[in-house]
């Protein structure tokens, strides 16, 4: 006799907007195209601020809530609808069109954000305070004075965007064509295959197959480095020929202001991860051990504990997983619990595990709709549940924006990790704390430690190669064999010299280096990462209060800068060392635990 399922497997999507099938939907969206077309024309001829033009301005720019609100939701939309069936044409064709009209949205930005280029503090002041309309999203207004400075005069600007087409993004294509098409040769059973390299597994219990693997992959992405080293001078010498334009300090001035924090919050972070990495050179040895290896390698970074639990044959239903996430999340704050609850009741998720779906997971959200939709494939694991749990804090920081005005619901990608990560790190504890066995302890501090190697280490790594690059880029171009001898370095120092054997592919393999719509990509994630067990570290500080005043974070990264945000609610300096000490001290705890419960197991 079958059960039947207490939540939904797949999501709803035809409550939102009428399928893109249907005529409806196409006359939505002509009308947002033709209004979008017209925003752009109407940009061209703002007048000068002032506070006596503020209500042609607050018009304009209530205009720009209607019309990107819309793009936002249709975009999500039609990427959901995309990803759950990835074969069909329409969808592709749909998103081609909404990716088309990017030119005119990034008109619209170029020119507001232009009018604000050479304004006063005393001009801005006076011109928000015109219109209660402008004053109540002054900080959009003060990060369109701050963005422009990042761009080039108007006409150089646009210039800069048409080249570029055919320029530094053309070069990111490049990379992807070459990823795409790459094939790793491996003996199997006798006979030589080839598969893609995220085909190849490196996280396999047999060493000498991990090992096998990984040098077959390192073989076949050296095969690719002349042409890599091509695609990544060019990007960077694109961005750095800008940057001298522009009159900016260095190659980090940009992804600083991208990401609204200060050199100095940057500086003092990498710091303290520097100081703080002696307790996971601890856990290295340990792991090297149970590995019943002297020394660990690159390859072994992934590698399962053989006596740790890794949840082989413990099947977890995907209503089990749903119902310990909600009584978790209701544990940490009852908001928390109702929301989860909501999105997972009301067919925001999808997680059916089926042929056609694309890879991986994400979050979208759909502001004029306040809601949300999750797309991941769900396989009855543990780690299935920490995805769930993840993306349901992705949700959960859009939720508690929606009552701002729109243009306060945008953040950046630093602060973007913050919510999900906490709710990975809620639930994570807790899965500890009920573990019922040693072996299911090591198996989860195992997943937890791996993830902070990766974003204190390898993400390390990243950072140093990456400034060292572009500080040797700026005198001209650099070849293969000193991009590999670079960043065989820069793993080195990020790992204290602690493995054996290295990857000479890294800077050729890790698609983060060729994103040329964001640079320096990889930092923001180790700020996410432990700016979100700081703030969990702090629970204690504030008790009952705790869960309003993380609500009041969510809600300020809209609207500061990430070191306001902070200090405003928790009342921590991030430019000191104290913030990110706490947050390193509940990796350490962590790194204790792991030896203490795996002290018998060697």
Not at 170 to 189: D, N, P, Q, T
Not at 372 to 393: C, P, Q, V, W
């Amino acid at each position: 006799m079958s059960t039947v399922a207490q939540y939904a497997l797949t999501w709803d999507l035809d409550s939102l907007y009428p399928h893109p099938e249907k005529d409806e939907f196409k006359k939505i969206f002509d009308e947002y195209k033709k209004d979008l077309k017209q925003l752009a024309d109407d940009s061209e001829s703002l007048p000068a601020i002032a506070p006596e033009v503020a209500t042609v301005w607050a018009d304009f720019l209530d205009r720009v809530v209607d019309v990107f609100g819309r793009s936002s939701d249709l975009n999500a939309f039609i990427g959901c609808h995309a990803a759950a069936d990835a074969g069909n044409k329409l969808f592709q064709q749909m998103e081609a069109s909404l990716a088309a009209l990017g030119p005119l949205s990034n008109q619209v930005f170029t020119n507001v954000e232009s009018a604000f280029r050479d304004l006063s503090d005393e001009q801005l002041n006076a011109f928000a305070e015109a219109d209660e309309r402008l004053a109540n999203v002054k900080f959009f207004l003060e990060e369109c004075r701050s963005n422009v400075q990042l761009r080039l005069p108007k006409d150089l600007e646009m210039l800069a965007a048409e080249l570029g087409v055919d320029g530094i993004h053309a070069w990111g294509r490049m990379y992807e064509r070459i990823s795409g098409a790459l094939r790793v040769e491996l003996m199997e059973k006798g006979e030589i295959v080839k598969k893609s390299p995220g085909q190849v597994r490196v996280d396999l219990p047999d060493r000498k197959t991990r090992q096998n693997n990984f040098y077959a992959i390192e073989k076949a992405w050296n095969t690719q480095a002349d042409n890599c080293a091509d695609a990544l001078n060019h990007i960077a010498g694109t961005r750095l020929a800008k940057y001298r334009r522009l009159g900016v300090e260095d190659h980090l001035t940009v992804p600083l202001r991208y990401n609204r924090m200060r050199r100095e919050t940057l500086n003092t972070m990498w710091d303290v991860i520097t100081n703080r990495k002696e307790p996971l050179l601890r856990y290295f040895e340990r792991k090297a051990q149970l590995l019943g290896v002297e020394k660990m390698a690159w390859y072994d970074q992934l590698a399962p504990i053989p006596q740790a639990s890794q949840g082989a044959g413990d099947s977890l239903s995907y209503d089990d997983a749903c119902n310990t996430v909600i009584k978790t999340f209701h544990g940490f704050s009852g908001h928390l619990g109702d929301f989860a609850e909501k999105a997972l009741n009301e067919g925001w998720v999808e997680v059916e595990d089926r042929e056609g779906k694309r890879q991986g997971g994400f979050c979208t959200g759909m502001p004029t709709k306040k809601q949300s939709r999750i797309f991941m494939t769900y396989k009855n694991s543990a780690d299935d549940m920490s995805t769930l749990a993840h993306e349901l804090g992705h949700a959960y920081h859009s939720h508690v924006l929606r009552e701002q005005p729109f243009l306060l619901q945008d953040y950046p990608m630093n602060l973007a990790e913050t919510a999900s990560t906490f709710a990975e790190a809620v639930l994570g504890d807790q899965r500890l704390a009920e573990a019922d066995s040693p072996a299911k302890k090591l198996g989860i501090l195992n997943n937890m430690l791996s993830d902070s190697v990766a974003f204190m280490m390898n993400i390390h790594a990243r950072f140093i190669f990456e400034n060292q690059f572009h500080v040797e880029r700026a005198e001209g171009e650099l070849s293969a064999e000193r991009l590999t001898a670079i960043m065989l370095d820069a793993q080195k120092e990020a790992y204290c010299d602690s493995f054996e054997d290295w990857s000479n592919a890294f800077w050729i393999s890790k698609l983060h280096f060729y994103i040329t719509g964001w640079p320096f990509y990889n930092f923001p994630y180790t700020f996410g990462y432990l700016l979100s067990l700081g703030v969990y570290s702090t629970a204690d500080e504030f008790g009952d209060d705790f869960p309003t005043k993380y609500r009041e974070l969510l809600i300020a990264t809209g609207c500061m800068n990430a070191e306001e945000a902070v200090q405003s609610t928790l009342g921590y300096d991030l430019t000191q060392p104290e913030f990110w000490n706490k947050s390193i001290d509940i990796i350490d705890s962590r790194v204790e635990e792991f030896l203490k419960v795996s002290e018998d197991m060697i």
